[in-house]
């Protein structure tokens, strides 16, 4: 299992960014699929998690509404849009799938003027 997250950099507040997160050695489509986050110090937070086909979406505490979590099956690529980004939502993204333990490198995201 190889999860490559990719899509992260720096951004001015109220700005938006994509995430993607490209799965390979298992069968993607069969997997529900998570983004994480971590800030130094502090454990991994759930961000949002997809169904296998996408027909079920949760999200963590007071992201709904910025972040759109979805899915192309066909490109094994789960996204992550990231609208009115904040200062807080600063930190390194990661996705996961569920029944894995293995989790990628993760991306990079900086909110700051």
């Known amino acids: 299992v190889q999860l490559v997250e990719s899509g992260g950099g720096l951004v001015q507040p109220g700005g938006s960014l994509r995430l993607a997160c490209v799965g390979s050695?298992?069968?993607?489509?069969?997997?529900?699929m998570r983004w994480y986050r971590q800030v130094p110090g502090k454990e991994r937070a759930f961000v949002a998690r997809?169904?296998?086909?996408?027909?079920?979406?949760d999200y963590g505490d007071s992201l709904e509404g910025r972040f759109i979590i979805s899915r192309d099956n066909a490109k094994n690529t789960l996204y992550l849009q990231m609208n009115s980004l904040k200062p807080e939502d600063t930190a390194v993204y990661y996705c996961?799938?569920?029944?894995?333990?293995?989790w990628g490198k993760g991306t990079q995201v900086t909110v700051s003027s």
């Open positions: 050695g298992f069968t993607f489509s069969w997997h529900a």
């Open positions: 997809i169904s296998s086909h996408g027909e079920e979406i």
């Open positions: 996961k799938a569920d029944g894995y333990t293995t």
